[in-house]
């Protein structure tokens, strides 16, 4: 599932952009110092396949509803895990672009939902079941763990950034065990796919299969080091492990208050860096709904049960007044109006421009 | 999701104007600002946002792309953000907003905001890549020190994603003929899967081969160069100033209440 814009605060938005780029700057330098020419033109094409694959819709035993495979785990599978990182990235930047699938500063989140875990993590997890003689039956065993995993720690990221986003009212807990949930029976699904597709690539070009798990013709006399990809995923795990346990610990939607106690509320209020501060008590002072800020309230007042309550509404936002919203309203209005007027003068003023070039595309 | 649409999408940018010949550099970095402003309001705010449509539209204009094209593309990405945001409602009872008797819940504030914003940062998105073009973009990404290895990778994806797609679909519609309902199961998906596979990998030993005695090395070398000019500062800088603005200051409310009290 791909995360959107519109549910990202740009603290989370910037902070996976970061994560996804040292891992893609890393991916880069490991395919870069391979030098296999060969395996550039099998990226690209098997990004490629990767649409194509997801084009290919099966029924879902049992819920009637139908799914694809989402593929990261089979490109790490055939390309090792830095080229598939790159090449999932590249996916994920192309459906972000020309399919609307995420947003541009989505791709971070996504990147690290379905890139990193699948092939990075998936991967991983394939790589140390599999060993150095990928027989049938663990083969299998390798894939369906890795695609479980992978598939599961993407869903409940998605859960987790859009809460630590604060944009959506879904408390964690809940919010996690839904996607958790949803996403069981197509990892199931999804990991029976793939490990019967590579099974079969595998018994008919073997190399293809063998290459990518180090144990190749081309990487015999170099065994590659597993240390840093350890680092990564051990600091990943307890950056979420930490993240989980001092959740649970607290109120179902107390995150944000949590996050406020760990890091202090300076730390938190800087989304917008230096400007965000200055925004913020810019804001306050002229916006029509000004900050009802939930880190601002106690966890206690959070509850929906107190916030249902309409005499408890006017404590919450003093500042709200009838001239205000509806200064709000009208002002909304004007500037729709504005806005659509313009678009149209625009229109007609360019289209009475003589057509001296080509203004349409080739159809 | 439409394949005609997708391809159709790409073509306004090879239509000259004053938008598409702007760096693509410059659009993707504008771009991004536009989005993080967005992004970066509080999460009641709905009329502050408002004023921000006129960053899509006013490019949309220049750029010839229509109107009807942006509003397909936008209803793809409409329900991940209906799932999430229509809990909004539902869980945030309190009164916010009172005009005229009609009571607004802050959910339902929240849930406005969040399906404004998701019209921004769509919009935003399709009308850079219908006035830049994949290739372009990944040649700007190339520009601003992305590893080569991405941007090679994302030329390549791109020349065959329609050729696969277009195979697949033929593959489908066999499938379809032979089988006599559109419902695969996942024994036939597998199969087609691993076939689709096999010829990829097939097809990349050739396009490799091919390439190799065109003197391939790893790189691929783009014939366009990259130009910054002046107008593309100029640009980059009015967005910037623009987003920084609209951001800082709630123009709606200003408007409204002169235009309630001149």
């Known amino acids: ?363 | 999701m439409s394949l005609v649409d997708a391809s159709r999408l790409d073509r306004h940018a090879y239509v000259d104007s004053v938008i598409q010949r702007l760096d693509p550099r410059a659009k993707v970095l504008a771009t991004l600002v536009f989005i993080l402003a967005v992004v970066s309001f509080d999460k009641y705010t709905v009329s502050p946002l408002l004023p921000f449509l006129a960053f899509p539209v006013l490019i949309a204009v220049l750029g010839f792309v229509p109107f009807g094209l942006i509003a397909r593309r936008f209803a793809l990405a409409l329900p991940f953000i209906l799932l999430i945001g229509v809990f909004n409602p539902l869980l945030d009872r309190a009164v916010m907003v009172e005009v005229g008797g009609l009571q607004v819940s802050g959910g339902w504030m929240s849930f406005t905001s969040i399906f404004l914003r998701g019209l921004l940062c769509v919009t935003a998105g399709i009308v850079l890549i219908a006035t830049t073009s994949v290739p372009r973009i990944a040649e700007a990404l190339g520009g601003l020190r992305f590893p080569r290895v991405l941007v090679v990778q994302l030329l390549l994806l791109y020349r065959y994603l329609f050729v696969l797609m277009d195979e697949t679909g033929r593959m489908r519609r066999a499938r379809v003929l032979r089988a006599g309902t559109t419902k695969a199961s996942i024994r036939d998906a597998t199969g087609m899967l691993t076939t689709l596979l096999l010829r990829t990998v097939d097809r990349s030993e050739a396009i490799w081969r091919s390439m190799l005695v065109r003197g391939f090395d790893g790189e691929l070398r783009s014939p366009r160069r990259l130009h910054w000019h002046f107008s593309d500062t100029v640009f980059l800088v009015l967005v910037t100033t623009g987003c920084v603005f609209l951001r800082m200051n709630p123009i709606t409310t200003r408007l409204g209440g002169w235009i309630l009290n001149p």
């Open chain 1, 1 to 363: 599932m791909h995360m959107a814009d519109a549910l990202l605060s740009p603290a989370v938005g910037v902070g996976f952009l970061a994560a996804s780029g040292g891992v893609l700057a890393y991916s880069a330098k490991r395919v870069q110092d391979e030098g296999d020419d060969r395996k550039i033109p099998l990226m690209g094409v098997l990004g490629a396949f990767v649409f194509a694959a997801q084009m290919i819709n099966f029924t879902i035993p049992g819920t009637g509803s139908s799914g694809h495979i989402g593929g990261g785990m089979l490109l790490a599978m055939l390309l090792g895990p830095y080229a598939a990182f790159i090449a999932m990235t590249s996916v994920l930047i192309v459906q972000a672009l020309i399919f609307a699938d995420g947003g541009i500063l989505a791709l971070g989140t996504n990147i690290w939902n379905l890139g990193f875990y699948p092939c990075v993590l998936g991967w991983w997890i394939y790589r140390m079941i599999v060993g150095k003689n990928p027989a049938y039956g663990r083969l299998s065993i390798a894939a369906m763990l890795g695609i479980l995993v992978a598939v599961e720690m993407g869903a409940f990221s998605v859960a987790l950034q859009t809460v630590l986003s604060g944009k959506s009212e879904l408390p964690l807990g809940e919010f996690s065990a839904l996607m958790l949930g949803i996403h069981f029976p197509i990892a199931l699904v999804e990991g029976f796919v793939t490990l019967s597709v590579v099974n079969f690539v595998y018994r008919i070009r073997p190399r293809v299969v063998r290459d990518s798990l180090g144990i190749g013709p081309a990487f015999e006399q170099d065994e590659p080091s597993y240390k840093p990809l350890l680092g990564i995923v051990l600091i990943s795990t307890l950056i979420i492990g930490g993240v989980v346990a001092w959740f649970a610990s607290s109120l179902p939607d107390g995150l944000e208050w949590s996050l406020h106690k760990m890091l202090g509320p300076g730390e938190i209020a800087q989304p917008a860096d230096e400007q965000g501060g200055r925004l913020a008590r810019l804001q306050e002072k002229t916006a029509p709904l000004p900050g009802y800020d939930i880190a601002g309230a106690s966890p206690e007042a959070e509850g929906v049960q107190e916030r249902a309550g309409n005499d408890e509404a006017p404590a919450v936002w003093p500042h709200v007044s009838r001239g205000k919203s509806l200064s709000g309203i009208v002002g909304s209005l004007a500037v729709l109006a504005c806005v659509c007027f313009s678009a149209l003068l625009l229109v007609w003023l360019r289209n009475r421009q003589p057509q001296n070039s080509q203004r349409e595309p080739l159809e």
